[in-house]
């Protein structure tokens, strides 16, 4: 048996637990840098298999240029508790009333509102329910609608391997594949193998279930959120298996969003090119007037 590690937050970071009116969430809270004049606060939600680690690169960066970023694991993710057989506590809409949660115990104001891939779905149906928490949102490699075919069959593999596996079993399965990465956090950049397969452990099934589900059939909700007035910023790599590029083009288009394409990235901008994507989120946020 590998032994588990921990990850450590990075420098000035402080990993705690974030008390609000829908339970307690685990998260990595780093303030802006001392002596930089602090511009705001940004919220920023993990993918599909992924966590608060994922934004591990992003902090620094992001303290530098005044902002406090606060990552946070979902409901059901790694270190957030979660039910562990009660898919329904796992249904978009109970995420999405998580978020908002989550923003009022911040008690910042308005937030700045980032979600990589599954996470920007959830941050979406956030918005739609309440966009007043929110001074911007960002959608990084995040699609209009459901995930590409073959990134399906990969989610129906891995889901379907859980309800005769074990999860430990599944993680020796899913090395097998391939790079863990392909459908939401990624495993490059953050962490030792150890380490991710502590977070995959750490995750649960019910939880996968829901939110796999969700991914296989979220509808096309763009012109929902067009009508929400925030500013909208779309990022994304160069290129990317699980929303093809061009699908993100066209939806900031249909958002009248600020586009950014990260050179060198693919699925996880965040962990792929951390600095080029902390400039192009500190410098949307800036243009916002916060």
């Not at 392909?182 to 962490?191: L, N």
Request: aromatic fraction near 6%; charge should be negative.
């Amino acid at each position: 048996m590998t032994s588990q590690a921990t990850f450590t937050p990075p420098p000035g970071a402080r990993a705690h637990l974030l008390r609000t009116a829908r339970g307690e969430f685990a998260v990595v809270d780093s303030p802006a840098a001392v002596g930089v004049e602090p511009k705001g606060v940004a919220l920023l939600l993990p993918g599909f298999t992924g966590s608060k680690e994922d934004f591990t690169l992003l902090h620094e960066p992001l303290a530098a240029r005044g902002y406090r970023a606060v990552a946070v694991d979902g409901r059901g993710q790694f270190e957030s508790d979660g039910p562990e057989g009660d898919e329904s506590a796992y249904a978009q809409g109970e995420l999405a009333r998580d978020v908002l949660a989550q923003a009022a115990a911040l008690d910042a104001g308005p937030v700045h509102l980032v979600g990589h891939s599954l996470g920007g779905q959830i941050c979406r149906a956030a918005a739609l329910l309440d966009d007043s928490p929110f001074r911007s949102l960002t959608l990084v490699a995040s699609g209009p609608a459901q995930i590409s075919d073959s990134q399906q069959q990969r989610v129906k593999l891995l889901t379907d391997a859980l309800r005769v596996m074990t999860a430990a079993e599944v993680w020796e399965a899913i090395l097998a594949m391939g790079p863990p990465e392909k459908v939401g956090g990624p495993a490059r950049g953050i962490g030792d193998i150890n380490q991710l397969r502590t977070r995959w452990l750490g995750h649960k099934p019910a939880q996968l279930f829901a939110t796999a589900r969700q991914l296989c059939t979220e509808p096309d909700r763009v012109t929902e959120l067009a009508a929400v007035p925030l500013p909208f910023h779309v990022l994304s790599g160069t290129r990317d298996d699980t929303w093809p590029v061009t699908l993100l083009d066209d939806m900031a288009v249909r958002l009248k969003a600020r586009r950014t394409v990260i050179p060198g990235a693919e699925h996880s901008p965040n962990a792929d090119q951390p600095l080029p994507t902390a400039r192009a989120l500190a410098g949307f946020w800036d243009s916002t007037g916060a």
